[in-house]
């Protein structure tokens, strides 16, 4: 019976790997001809933040790099660039989040229903057609919680 070498057998165990474009997207030094629509996905907030008062989501995007790049001149970028847009309860203000750090973060939430909206935009703040996401939930009273356990705490401390 004949034995293979060791260079056919490490050969034969070759596995596929994804590559750095697999995984990152195209480079930014190549021009992308008919680029395919950008996406926004969003999670629903974690359960975690909410009973904190806090609102954390993780997202991510398609075909669209979240980078800190603004006017005119970042449409001309390819691959696209772009950042979000959040506004917390229909309020008449919203902030531009270009971080990428794959998760939405507001703190502080009041209890109650809050409604928070991600919007996917272009460097000149105009949103991708679709890509709006709006999440409804609700913060549980934490404070009353809180609160409980502070009386708690201070009766125990006045009988002793």
Known sequence: MAQQSPQANAQTQVTTVASARDIRGASPYV??????????IVDPPLPEGLVQGVYWAQYRVENLHIVPVFGEGGRQVSPRAGHLHI?????????????????????????????????????????FPGQVVTQTFIIPDYNSAAAHQRNL???????E
């Open 153 to 159: 705490h201070a009766r125990s401390t006045s009988l």
């Open 87 to 127: 506004i917390v309860d229909d309020l008449p203000w919203w902030w531009a989040d270009a971080s990428n750090n794959n998760t939405v973060d507001i703190a502080n939430l009041p209890p109650g229903q809050h409604k928070v909206r991600i919007e996917l935009v272009d460097p000149h703040h105009t949103i």
């Open 31 to 40: 021009a992308i001809e008919n680029e395919p629509a950008p996406k926004l």
